[in-house]
């Protein structure tokens, strides 16, 4: 009984130490770090899947990302505005020359390819190598 005691405590320490960050995967976590290197994840969302954990990281400037079993990113969202790193470079392209001064609210992407939302509330609809596809308003 002593020995229980004992291990759950410990158990509850380490949780306790732990911050939010240090449940996702490393390669989300590097993500993260490239993507909003001035924000800090403030809650981690564990879905148990039967194919592996999905993983949804909020930070500290509301944004969300959700990551894969493997720790790469599905989605990304942020009211404030996407940071440019958040789009490959074709759909950044895109984005400057058709829709000046528009910010990119979110992007998610699936084996088909991305999808973005703008501002404006306009969404658009890119394959896998990044070419415009069609609007998805």
Request: net charge positive.
């Amino acid at each position: 009984m002593k020995k229980m005691f004992l291990a759950l405590i410990c158990i509850a320490a380490i949780n306790i130490a732990a911050t939010p960050g240090d449940k996702l995967p490393e390669s989300a976590r590097k993500y993260l770090s490239k993507i909003f290197p001035n924000e800090t994840v403030t809650k981690v969302k564990v879905d148990k899947e039967l194919s592996g954990n999905t993983y949804d990281a909020y930070l500290s400037n509301g944004a969300k990302v959700e990551f894969d079993k493997n720790g790469v990113w599905d989605e990304v969202e942020c009211k404030r505005g996407l940071p440019d790193v958040a789009l490959p470079e074709r759909i950044k392209g895109y984005l400057t020359k058709k829709h000046p001064g528009v910010d990119a609210i979110k992007i998610s992407r699936d084996t088909r390819g991305y999808e973005v939302k703008l501002r404006n509330g306009r969404e658009l609809k890119f394959d896998l190598l990044s070419n415009f596809l069609r609007y998805d308003d």
